[in-house]
């Protein structure tokens, strides 16, 4: 499996665009990049998923380059309530696995 | 309708108990897994099921048994309870696993104190 790597933490403000960058130097072919979000007191919860270029939802985009060592999670416009850690994961079909890096604490502030 | 639910929410156990958490999701999916979630909060695999076969154990002690009944179930017992135990459990359920649609839906966890 591929290992990502992330910025521990990241403080911000409301209304701000916040960037989360992982690498995954070792992704291979069939990888996904995959984003969780978790909030203290709950399981983590999947945001958004990708294998190249952009995706975008109703809660964030994800950038990933041509050499697809890299992922950028953006979340637009943030709020006090997108205070979470935050997950890249790097899966391949059948792995039967899921595996979590240490995540990226982002505190949101007023 | 809680999509993948967990009992009990919290447990505090003396140590050398033996005690079972319990997990159930709703969504047909056919994949199940057991998280645990350390005081540092790193969350680490334990054990992956697929259509009540155990596909993944993840060099977790032998006190630790997780039982699939059904596609549906993945109950997990512990043995003789350390204080190392004491941790966030987590189950999760996802329909297929890696590559594309990898989205796992989580427990709300189990808080497992051992005392």
């Known amino acids: 499996l591929a290992k990502t790597t992330q910025p521990i933490s990241m403080d911000s403000y409301e209304g701000q665009e916040v960037n989360i960058t992982c690498s995954h130097n070792n992704i291979a072919t069939n990888d996904y990049i995959t984003w969780y979000q978790q909030f203290p007191s709950q399981g983590p919860r999947f945001i958004i998923q990708g294998y190249k270029t952009k995706v975008t939802n109703e809660v964030a985009s994800l950038f990933i380059p041509a050499d697809r060592k890299s992922s950028t999670l953006s979340l637009p416009r943030v709020s006090l309530s997108d205070t979470a850690v935050y997950y890249c994961l790097v899966a391949r079909s059948n792995d039967y696995k899921l595996s979590f890096g240490a995540g990226t604490t982002v505190t949101v502030r007023a | 309708d809680t999509a993948v639910s967990q009992t009990p929410k919290y447990l505090v156990t003396q140590m050398g108990n033996d005690k079972s958490i319990k997990c159930e999701q709703n969504?047909?999916?056919?994949?199940m897994y057991w998280y645990k979630q350390d005081s540092k909060k790193f969350l680490k695999i334990m054990f992956s099921y697929n259509n009540k076969e155990l596909i993944i154990n993840e060099t977790v002690p032998n006190r630790f048994s997780p039982k699939s009944p059904d596609k549906a179930h993945l109950n997990l017992h512990i043995n003789s309870l350390e204080l190392g135990d004491s941790a966030v459990y987590f189950c999760?359920?996802?329909?297929?696993?890696?590559?594309?649609?990898?989205?796992?839906?989580f427990g709300q966890g189990t808080r497992l104190t051992v005392v």
């Open positions: 969504l047909g999916h056919d994949t």
């Open positions: 999760a359920s996802s329909p297929v696993t890696g590559g594309a649609n990898t989205e796992a839906f």
